[in-house]
Nanobody, 112 residues
Framework: QVQLVESGGGLVQAGGSLRLSCVAS?????MGWYRQAPGKQRDLVAR???????NYADSVRGRFTIFRDNAKRTVYLQIDSLQPEDTAVYYC?????????WGQGTQVTVSS
């Protein structure tokens, strides 16, 4: 059973930074971050592919960085130059053996 636990969200002013963490219960290759703003669908933010490459949503490229520490089974999302439109619940995501797993989410709120 895959378990994902996110942390690091909070309330920040526009222009600020946050680092989100996602700890997995096992070593996983295909992991990423999604976000869901109120009244909107859940969208990809950044992810590691099975081949180890990274993908970013156009809206965050250059401001968000996904990286990982395999020894800690942790994937991070460094978020810089936060904007009010980045306000959302951020979810960690993993794919294993045909199944998709989600964390409980961490709230990021950006004030203008």
């Amino acid at each position: 059973q895959v378990q994902l636990v996110e942390s690091g969200g909070g309330l920040v002013q526009a222009g600020g930074s946050l680092r989100l963490s996602c700890v997995a219960s096992m070593s996983l290759n295909t992991m990423g971050w999604y976000r869901q703003a109120p009244g909107k669908q859940r969208d990809l933010v950044a992810r590691f592919t099975s081949g180890g490459n990274t993908n970013y949503a156009d809206s965050v490229r250059g401001r968000f960085t996904i990286f990982r520490d395999n020894a800690k089974r942790t994937v991070y999302l460094q978020i810089d130059s936060l904007q009010p439109e980045d306000t959302a619940v951020y979810y960690c995501n993993a794919f294993l053996n045909g199944s998709v797993y989600w964390g409980q989410g961490t709230q990021v709120t950006v004030s203008s």
